[in-house]
């Protein structure tokens, strides 16, 4: 199993910045991506970016140019981070971690999802 747990959410003003973080832990044989989703009230959960590994990594076009995924170069660290800069109140939502597993516990685990509200 594997359990992963964010941080850093909170309420920004327009144009600000906020880091998340996503530390995974349990017993699994290895994580092949990372990346992170969100979802608005009201819609559905979304793919904001995901990282294979450090330098091979995917954006929303809609963020792309403004977050930042990173993901440890070592990969047995399995923690990915989320720089978002110039934040709009469109990307207010629900932020979930996730991670693509291998092995004999091979799945999609999700985060408890942590808050983001972009507001004046």
């Known amino acids: 199993q594997v359990q992963l747990v964010e941080s850093g959410g909170g309420l920004v003003q327009p144009g600000g910045s906020l880091r998340l973080s996503c530390a995974a832990s349990?017993?699994?044989?290895?994580?092949?991506?990372m990346g992170w989703y969100r979802q608005a009230p009201g819609k559905q959960r979304e793919l904001v970016a995901s990282a294979l590994s450090a330098s091979s990594t995917n954006y929303a076009g809609s963020v792309k140019g403004r977050f930042t995924i990173s993901r440890s170069r070592d990969n047995a660290k399995n923690t990915v981070y989320l720089q978002m800069n110039s934040l709009k109140p469109e990307d207010t939502a629900v932020y979930y971690c996730?991670?693509?597993?291998?092995?004999?516990?091979?799945?999609?685990?999700w985060g408890q999802g942590t808050q983001v509200t972009v507001s004046s």
């Open positions: 349990g017993s699994f044989f290895r994580i092949i991506t």
């Open positions: 996730n991670a693509e597993v291998a092995g004999s516990d091979a799945g999609t685990y």
